[in-house]
């Protein structure tokens, strides 16, 4: 039990129970799993670039839908093998990703999220109308994973490579938000005008944050397409957009631990209401909107006042995002003013 | 030996002149205070000098190396620390985590080296946690090091400001109005601690204060700044009396000498 005393504990804990379910579970309990892990690193991704970084965009569904086609076409069109094909995949979303940081530099808040939006809108389009290349709305089959000469049956061998990355994929992230770049970020969401003064380079850093995000966002894409073995626009639109945004939001801003609760109980959610899926826009939507209202930094701040569950760098209100940031130092309050005044005479 | 030098500052929005050919010298070790009424350009001559705001004419120079039309985080990167009237310390970061940040430039692990935690990122990780609690330590805060920054009152929040800058060892320190809000007791501390940190740090520092107490007890020599027009400079005593100065804060029917008190 004292193994469950601290944050790290607990992730080793719960990689090693992930590390037996192909042994012990049913096919579909090993998809749930999988799917989940594919939503860990997703909203790990999202969290470092709207959590840390304060860049509240919008895009991630699509640089996730990039990954997945990148890696399912490379296979498909050019028949390259999936072991090139999904880094491949990842790169290339990467690089799309890190493009956007040229509207972040001028814009931010609500505004940077409307353009970004734009971006993900617009990505959706070339998906489907693109017939030639992207096969349109129909979408197209994609190869499911063959480990031919090992004994391991796809499901098995995507679960596992899955679980390999999002293992790598959730230290990288928990090791960089305790270095100076976790650090840079949170300068430069929490104030720009602080950071450039203490000589972070704001470019750097935000197109350092757009990278990370659309790189994790683009690997969970490149092992989405043989787990689900088809990929489809619709996978990567707007709901998926709200889905990842919640599962930050429920699990922590700012968190790479939220990250991980918030990706767990939403895929836990999505499946329990996998039957009623009409419900699952309104209910996701709600749980958004009450959590922004009542609990703005997550489940996680529960577990954060045990001891061994504390994070670097999480005092942080998330609501400050939806405003656009002061772009110079304000005048002092009346009351500093006041003082100001009498200062000299004391 | 010149520390900083501004030729000739200029700087219009729209249609009000903010700065108006605005030149001074400062040396090496001097403590420079600015003060002006309120709307002066005070805070507008800091922002440009430090790069935030884009000056229409003028050139500044610090150390000998030309310094105009250089962005923010280079211009800081050639030792140019700054602190700033309302806090802006990261919110979201503990203090310890506030003054280790100003430690960034001079850190070289970059983004692998971070993510594999390459035993030489950790060690400079660890080597600037210890100097971060040195900073603390200079500055009287130690004790507040794992509260967040926000948690504070603003003038221990601008003093941690002052720390941050300091770990990044400047050559020249602007600090806006250092001493807002504080107790009579905390100026005589703000005060000892500048004279410490040029004394002890070799910073030199120009800062921005209404508070006439550090301003004549702590500045070698004071500027003063109306409508965005250089209308004095001098030794403090001297400043104080100048009738431009009185006229300039107070209109023309006041004594110099309850100003001074």
């Avoid at chain 1, 940081?101 to 971006?119: D, E, H, K, M, N």
């Avoid at chain 1, 999505?270 to 939507?285: D, N």
Wanted: charged share 15%; proline share 5%; aromatic share 8%.
């Amino acid at each position: 039990m004292r193994l469950l005393l601290g944050s790290r504990p607990f992730l080793i804990l719960m990689f090693s129970a992930l590390a037996i379910v192909p042994v012990v579970a049913n096919p579909y309990i090993l998809y749930v799993c999988n799917l989940g892990m594919l939503y860990v690193i997703l909203a790990v991704g999202l969290n470092i670039l709207v959590g840390y970084a304060g860049q509240f965009a919008l895009a991630n569904a699509a640089m996730f839908g990039i990954g997945a086609y990148g890696a399912g076409l490379l296979q498909v069109k050019l028949g390259a093998p999936y072991f090139l094909a999904a880094p491949g995949g990842a790169v290339l979303a990467m690089l799309i990703g890190t493009v956007i940081v040229f509207p972040a530099l001028r814009l931010s808040g609500i505004y940077l999220g409307l353009s970004t939006l734009a971006f993900a809108m617009f990505s959706q389009w070339v998906l489907l109308h693109w017939n030639s290349v992207t096969f349109g709305g129909g979408g197209f089959p994609a190869p499911h994973l063959d480990l031919s000469p090992l004994p391991i049956g796809p499901d098995t061998g995507i679960y596992y490579l899955s679980w390999l990355v999002t293992m790598a994929l959730v230290a990288f992230a928990w090791s960089l938000v305790r270095s100076r770049i976790g650090r840079a970020f949170v300068a430069v969401r929490d104030g720009e005008i602080a950071a450039q003064s203490l000589g972070i380079d704001l470019l750097r850093y935000k197109a350092l944050a757009f990278a990370i995000s659309g790189f994790y966002a683009g690997a969970a894409g490149a092992l989405y397409a043989p787990l689900l073995g088809y990929v489809a626009p619709e996978g990567f639109d707007l709901f998926q957009m709200i889905i990842q945004k919640s599962m930050i939001v429920v699990g922590g801003m700012g968190s790479v631990l939220g990250s991980v609760l918030g990706a767990a109980v939403m895929v836990f959610l999505l499946e329990l209401l996998r039957a009623f899926k009409s419900t699952q826009e309104i209910v996701f939507g709600s749980i958004l909107i009450v959590f922004v209202m009542f609990r703005p930094r997550g489940l996680v701040t529960l577990l954060q006042r045990l001891p061994g569950w504390d994070e670097p760098l999480s005092s942080f209100d998330p609501r400050r995002l939806f405003a656009p940031a002061a772009s110079a130092p304000a005048t002092p309050p009346l009351a500093a003013t006041r003082e100001l005044a009498d200062g000299g005479r004391r | 030996m010149t520390m900083l030098s501004v030729r000739g500052l200029s700087i219009s929005f729209g249609g009000v002149q903010a700065l108006n050919d605005v030149s001074f010298d400062v040396e090496a070790g001097e403590i420079i205070g600015i003060i002006g009424p309120n709307g002066a350009g005070k805070t507008t001559l800091l922002n440009t000098i430090s790069g935030l705001t884009r000056a229409s004419a003028g050139k500044v120079s610090l150390d000998g190396a030309p310094i105009s039309g250089l962005r923010p985080p280079r211009i800081a990167s050639l030792g140019l620390g700054r602190t700033f009237q309302m806090s802006q310390l990261f919110p979201g970061m503990t203090v310890l985590e506030n003054v280790m940040s100003g430690l960034h430039r001079k850190m070289r692990a970059g983004a692998f080296a971070a993510a594999f935690r390459t035993p030489s990122m950790r060690e400079e990780e660890q080597a600037t946690a210890e100097k971060a609690w040195e900073a603390l330590r200079y500055v009287g805060m130690e004790r507040f090091a794992h509260h967040p920054g926000t948690a504070l009152s603003f003038g221990q929040q601008r003093v941690i400001e002052i720390a941050r800058t300091l770990i990044g060892e400047p050559k020249l320190v602007l600090l806006d109005e250092p001493a807002v809000g504080l107790s009579v007791n905390r100026v005589a501390e703000l005060d000892r601690l500048l004279r410490r940190i040029r004394d002890e740090k070799g910073v030199t520092l120009i800062m921005i204060e209404h508070v006439v107490r550090l301003v004549m007890g702590v500045c070698d020599r004071v500027l003063v700044l109306n409508y965005g027009v250089k209308i004095a400079e001098g030794k403090p005593e001297e400043v104080v009396a100048d009738p431009q100065v009185i006229e300039a804060y107070l209109g023309s029917e006041f004594d110099a000498k309850r100003l001074a008190s």
